[in-house]
């Protein structure tokens, strides 16, 4: 157990002094060039920190900044369309599992590997969302980015797939940082003041539920209010 330890201790130290290195090489590297390294390293831990330095080095963006990064995204992480045709060419013809393979990996963007990597860094499904909060802002005004957006979509689905997500009960008792989250998304029936929330969730007749992420467990994705009854409401 303490060999194992050791081992252990020292795989953290080594990825902790390759955050450092990069995160102090590449202060000046485009973001775009270190995705592309990201999407083309192997090393777990080197993985690692490329994703949290881009992740970090994109919350620094202005907004005409952010805008020229989905630009990039969208022009140079885009399928290659003759390499589609070509694989459904060969699928059609062949129709074998090693063809079918071929074809959904040319189909697949490579902005979704690319997600997946910047998955890796810590609080990296946090982030991934916030970005595409930004990016659905950018559709309203630059339409063409929505072919970004259907990678989130699609990896999304699957990410927050409700299978993967943890039921809490919210009562009076729970993290003010969690409770004011629950005032602020309130999209039905407005939470005006503490004591408003204090009485939705403190009588004993009152329910409150709330759907969490394990990458994200302070950030309730879905909550419903019930009020107990002894009878149907009018």
């Known amino acids: 157990m303490t060999t194992f330890q050791d081992l252990l201790g020292s795989i953290m130290d080594r990825g902790q002094r390759l955050i450092e290195t990069f995160s102090s090489e590449s202060q000046d590297t485009p973001l775009v ?56 060419k060969e699928f059609n013809e062949v129709n074998s599992s090693e063809t079918l393979a071929d074809l959904m990996a040319a189909v697949e963007p490579q902005r979704q590997q690319l997600f997946r990597r910047l998955n890796l860094a810590p609080g990296g499904t946090s982030a991934l969302v916030s970005l595409r909060s930004d990016l659905l802002q950018a559709i309203k005004h630059t339409p063409t980015l929505k072919r970004v957006d259907l990678d989130f979509s699609h990896l999304f689905v699957s990410w927050f797939n409700r299978g993967f997500l943890m039921l809490r009960h919210i009562d009076w008792s729970t993290s003010a940082d969690l409770l004011e989250k629950i005032i602020q998304y309130e999209a039905v029936h407005e939470i005006g003041s503490w004591r408003e929330l204090r009485r939705r969730l403190k009588p004993t007749d009152r329910r409150c539920f709330a759907f969490f992420h394990p990458s994200m467990p302070d950030e309730p994705l879905i909550f419903v209010q019930v009020a107990l009854a002894k009878e149907i409401p009018d």
């Open 33 to 88: 060039d270190l995705c592309q390294a990201l999407v083309s390293t192997r090393g777990e831990a080197s993985g690692v920190a490329l994703a949290g330095r881009i992740l970090r080095g994109y919350q620094k963006l202005t907004a005409e900044e952010k805008l020229v990064f989905f630009h990039d995204l969208a022009e140079k992480y885009d399928v290659d369309s003759e390499k589609v045709l070509a694989t459904a």
